[in-house]
Structure formats: structure tokens, C-alpha cells
């Protein structure tokens, strides 16, 4: 008795975000481990070899009818790698970046946290990093370190991601993909390969034990929705995160014996499955009133992930969740600083692609970056295709910094229109970011490498000009 109040208590001091109800609670805590399970199930799917090495996990550039992967943009060539440090430290090494392009390389554990990150321009040398895990101790990781005169980075998890961004623009997406192609992850520890396909199975099974079915992972537009929406299917894989993601600190371990018993009961008894699903929705208010924490708010509308908390949550769950929830393994803030807008402030509701939007950036306000910085739709909320790029017929789904044929005005703004139909005048149809047409609109605006200037940067109002 004294021993559980005790722990009560301990669990009120390490949580600063709890809500105090062991149900949301859970939720909040698992998601980024459920949407991790996912995620590695996506790549061992597609790329079996993957746990042994690097895919590249994104189409080179999408099409109008782009709808089998949720789009995370269209400036970067994504690759990544899901690392089993259990079995054996890795050795990352890097290709140097002498021409200039911009590359990020991210360190990051299933929950989003980042022990380490940088780019290309701060780091173009490339070089060795020693990534390991807890089953591996801190004098043999030193050791390797020296061996391999590697910077040594230490995962809590024995799951470990590095994920690879090159940026491109128009003509050069292979040499982009080419790049973080040459790659390498290394296992330090011989023998400790895995057969083909081995990682797939392993959570091929312990899906089963969810309950969890193929198409729950999420593969097509249409699982995907459902892997995102269904309350149930999003309570399986929350659990089966818990079950399978080992705990980052000393603190969530504690904070998962807590947990236990929701999932017995929900494993075992399809009623009370049902009875903590009908709460996802209230759950997910609460994950997105949690948006706050993760940077500004502006009054224009715009929010930003500029907060430090950003890949290093610590116990600030609810952070952790809601990162998950807009932008799973989007990147730390010192890497790119990410800016979205849902709702037209000056309606309360959705843009609307039955209106014509202008936005005009004054001259030397364009965001602050050393890497790149774009603009990009995608449909909003309400839509069936929410999150998904804007398929449109001059295949144009952002406007940034390597866009090419941009018209500024003559005091050196740039406006950009957005709109369904093409916008009748020259500087309006060069600058022109197509929407769909009664479809409603979300936009994100990426600043990758920001420079300090990102401090004082406010992203300008998208203004309603004509119904
Ligand atoms: C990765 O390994 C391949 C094959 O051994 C090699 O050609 C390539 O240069 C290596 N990449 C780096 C960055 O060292
Ligand atoms: C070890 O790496 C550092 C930078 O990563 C480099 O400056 C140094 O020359 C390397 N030393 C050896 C012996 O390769
Ligand atoms: C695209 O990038 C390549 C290599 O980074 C560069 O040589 C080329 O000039 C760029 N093209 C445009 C249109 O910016
Ligand atoms: C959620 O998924 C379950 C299992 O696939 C299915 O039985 C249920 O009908 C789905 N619920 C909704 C609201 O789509
Ligand atoms: C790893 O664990 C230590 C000790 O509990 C903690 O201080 C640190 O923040 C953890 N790192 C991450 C990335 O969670
Ligand atoms: C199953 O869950 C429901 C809803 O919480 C509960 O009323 C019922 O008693 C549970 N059944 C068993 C066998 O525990
Ligand atoms: C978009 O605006 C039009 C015209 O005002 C309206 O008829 C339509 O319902 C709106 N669509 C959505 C999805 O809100
Ligand atoms: C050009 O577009 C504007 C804004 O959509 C509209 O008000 C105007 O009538 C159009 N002009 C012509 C000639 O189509
Ligand atoms: C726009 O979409 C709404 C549903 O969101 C529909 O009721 C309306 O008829 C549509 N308007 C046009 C012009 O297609």
C-alpha cells in the first residue's frame, strides 16, 4: 500500500505533462513507439536487407497521382536506416560533401529523441560515428571509438535510426539519392549478421499477438488512413510499442510498469478495447493542445517546431506525442525548423481551395537558412487525402528557394498564390502553388539550416483575396 503511494508520487514528479488518468496517459506515452513500429515494419517490408544497411525510402519525385506514400516533401531525398544495437555497435561512416549540397545526418531512437544530428555544411568532411546501445559498455565503446577513430554516440534504446535528408532540386535527384547511397553501417561485432528477412518476421509475429493485421501497417493511401484514424488499430500498435520499445530512461521504465495492466485488460478483453478506443478522440485533443510546447504559436495562424525540447523530450511525453502525431522523426530545430498552418485565422476554418490565397514574404524576410527553405501543400483537415500532397497539373507541389523562374516584385517581395485554378497574370502564374480545386489545404513551410536570424523570423499571413 504505502509502496504503490510511494510510487504514485514518484510518477507525479517525473511526469510534468501527465493528465493523471492511466488510459490517456498510456496512449500519449506509446504513440511514438507505436508509430515507430510501423515505421520499421514499412522498411524491413520494403527493403528486407535494410536492417544490414541504408534504403532510400522515398520515390525520387512524385507524380499527380502520388497517393501510395504520404509525401514528407519534395526537396530531399530520404534514406534511412533501422539499426539493431542489441546484436552489435555500428559503425556509420559518412561520404564527405565538397560541392556544396545540403545533407543532414540525424541520430535519433524510436521516440524522436536525437542524441546527435548535423549537416553538411557545418560537418563536410563526413567521417566515422560509433553508434551502440545499452548492451554494449562504455569501455568497449571507447575502445572502438579509438580503433576506429569514430565519434561515439550512445543510444538508451537498443533501437537506433539514422536518418538521411540530401537536398535537390529539378535535375539532380539521382546524384542526390547517389549520395547517401554510399553510406555505410558496419556491425563492429562479427557473427552478429541476421538472415534475410529474420527482423520482418520477428514483428510479423508479434503483430499477430496484437492482433494487428498486414494492411494496419499502412502501405497504401488507404491502409495508411486507417493505420493513422482507427482507434483501435492505434491503440494495437501503441501497445505493441510498449511491449517491444525498450524505455529511453530510468524514469519511463517506471512510468511503463504503470501501463501494464491497460494492456493485459485490452489484450485480453475486446470490450474494454473498445470502451479506451471511444477515448482516442479526447485523447488526441489533448496531444494537440500539446502543439504548444513544441515552439510559437504566431497570430497569423502559423505555428513552428521551435522548441529545444524538440528531439531531446526528456519526460515531457506530451510533447514527445504530439511531435509524433504532425511530424514523426521531423528533425531537432538546430537541423530545420518546421512552420504548418491549418486554419485560415481570419475564417476559423480550413483553407479552401474554392478561394484564392495570396502570401507575400517582404523583401529580406525569406527564412533565414543556410540550406533550404520551401513552401508545400497538402490536402487539409476534413479531406480524405488529409496529409497528402496536392496532385496537380504542373506538377508543382512547393514553391522554395530552387524553384526556378520565380517573379519577384519590384520592391524585391515575392507573393506566391495559392489557388486551384492558374492565376491570369505572368508574375501570378510563375509563382503559382496549385491547390485542389473545393478541397480544403494545409501548409508546411521548411526552414532547413536555420541560421540565428530563425529567432526574429515570422512566416507571413496566407490572405483569402477572392472567393
Ligand atoms: C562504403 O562502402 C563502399 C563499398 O566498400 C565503398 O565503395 C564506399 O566508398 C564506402 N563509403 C564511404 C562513405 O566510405
Ligand atoms: C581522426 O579523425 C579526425 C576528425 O574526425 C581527424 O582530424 C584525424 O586526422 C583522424 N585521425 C586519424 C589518425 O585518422
Ligand atoms: C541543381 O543542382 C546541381 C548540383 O547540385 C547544380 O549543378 C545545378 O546547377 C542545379 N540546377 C538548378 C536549376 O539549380
Ligand atoms: C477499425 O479497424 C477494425 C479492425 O480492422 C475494424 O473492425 C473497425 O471496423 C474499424 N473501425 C472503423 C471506425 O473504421
Ligand atoms: C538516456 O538516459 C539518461 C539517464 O537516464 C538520460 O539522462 C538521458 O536524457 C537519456 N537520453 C535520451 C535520449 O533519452
Ligand atoms: C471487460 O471490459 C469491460 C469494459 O471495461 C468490463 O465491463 C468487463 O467486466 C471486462 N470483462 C472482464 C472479464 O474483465
Ligand atoms: C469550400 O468553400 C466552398 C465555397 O464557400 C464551400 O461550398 C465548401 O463546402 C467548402 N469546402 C469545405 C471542404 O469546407
Ligand atoms: C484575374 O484573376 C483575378 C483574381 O482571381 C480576377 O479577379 C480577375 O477577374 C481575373 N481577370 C481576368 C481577365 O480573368
Ligand atoms: C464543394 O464541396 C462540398 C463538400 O465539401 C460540396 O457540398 C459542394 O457541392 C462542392 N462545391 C462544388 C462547386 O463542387
Known amino acids: 500500500m504505502l509502496g504503490s ?43 528486407p536487407d535494410s536492417y544490414n544497411g541504408f534504403a532510400i525510402n522515398q520515390p525520387l519525385m512524385p507524380d499527380e497521382t502520388f497517393t501510395a506514400v504520404v509525401a514528407p516533401n519534395v526537396d530531399t531525398v530520404y534514406a534511412a536506416g533501422i539499426f539493431d544495437l542489441a546484436a552489435s555497435p555500428r559503425l556509420i561512416t559518412v561520404p564527405p560533401v565538397l560541392d556544396g549540397r545540403y545533407v543532414v545526418t540525424d541520430f535519433v531512437d524510436p521516440y524522436g529523441n536525437a542524441p546527435f544530428a548535423f ?86 509475429t508479434q503483430m499477430t499477438e496484437f492482433g494487428l493485421e498486414f494492411p494496419d501497417v499502412g502501405l497504401l493511401a488507404t491502409q495508411y488512413e486507417n493505420s493513422i484514424r482507427n482507434a ?34 485490452a489484450q485480453n478483453n475486446a470490450t474494454y478495447l473498445l470502451e479506451i478506443a471511444s477515448r482516442v478522440p479526447a485523447i488526441v485533443q489533448t496531444i494537440s493542445a500539446g502543439t504548444r510546447q513544441i515552439g510559437t504559436l504566431f497570430s497569423t495562424g502559423w505555428s513552428a517546431t521551435n522548441s529545444p525540447v524538440v528531439g531531446k523530450f526528456g519526460d515531457n511525453y506530451l510533447a514527445r506525442a504530439a511531435v509524433a502525431f504532425v511530424l514523426y522523426l521531423g528533425l ?6 518546421y512552420f504548418q498552418t491549418t486554419i485560415d485565422p481570419s475564417t476559423g476554418k480550413a483553407y479552401n481551395g474554392s478561394h484564392n490565397y495570396e502570401v507575400t514574404f517582404v523583401s529580406n524576410q525569406l527564412p533565414p537558412v543556410e540550406g533550404f527553405w520551401s513552401m508545400t501543400v497538402y490536402y487539409g483537415v476534413g479531406d480524405d487525402s488529409y496529409g497528402y500532397l496536392v496532385g496537380n497539373p504542373i506538377e508543382r507541389f512547393s514553391i ?3 524553384t526556378p523562374g520565380l517573379i519577384y516584385n519590384s520592391d524585391g517581395s515575392l507573393t506566391v498564390t495559392l489557388s486551384a485554378t492558374r492565376p491570369n497574370t505572368t508574375a501570378g502564374a510563375a509563382n503559382w502553388l496549385p491547390v485542389g480545386a473545393n478541397r480544403t489545404f494545409e501548409v508546411f513551410l521548411r526552414a532547413y539550416g536555420p541560421t540565428a536570424g530563425i529567432a526574429d523570423f515570422a512566416p507571413p499571413q496566407i490572405k483569402l483575396i477572392s472567393k
Not at 501497445?239 to 485488460?265: C, H, R
Not at 531537432?332 to 525548423?337: F, G, I, L, R, Y
Open 5 to 47: 503511494t510511494l510510487l504514485g508520487l514518484l510518477f507525479q514528479v517525473a511526469l510534468g505533462q501527465t493528465t493523471g488518468d492511466s488510459v490517456s496517459d498510456a496512449f500519449i506515452y506509446a504513440l511514438p513507439a507505436g508509430e515507430f513500429m510501423k515505421t520499421k515494419m514499412r522498411l524491413y517490408y520494403k527493403y
Open 119 to 204: 549537416n553538411s555544411i557545418d560537418i563536410p568532411q563526413g567521417g566515422d560515428y560509433l553508434i551502440y546501445g545499452p548492451s554494449t559498455s562504455e569501455k568497449d565503446a571507447t575502445t572502438f571509438g579509438v580503433q576506429y577513430n569514430a565519434t561515439v554516440i550512445k543510444f538508451n534504446t537498443s533501437d537506433a535510426m539514422v536518418l538521411l535528408r540530401a537536398r535537390h532540386n529539378a535535375t539532380d535527384p539521382q546524384q542526390a539519392a547517389a549520395l547517401l547511397s554510399s553510406y555505410n553501417a558496419t556491425r563492429l561485432l562479427p557473427g552478429t549478421d541476421v538472415p534475410r528477412l529474420q527482423r520482418f518476421n520477428e514483428i510479423a
Open 232 to 265: 483501435t488499430i492505434g491503440w494495437k500498435w501503441a501497445m505493441m510499442g510498449l511491449k517491444y520499445v525498450e524505455p529511453s530512461t530510468v524514469a519511463d521504465t517506471e512510468y511503463v510498469q504503470k501501463f501494464q495492466n491497460v494492456i493485459d485488460q
Open 332 to 337: 531537432a530545430p538546430s537541423q530545420a525548423v
Open 400 to 402: 522554395g528557394d530552387r
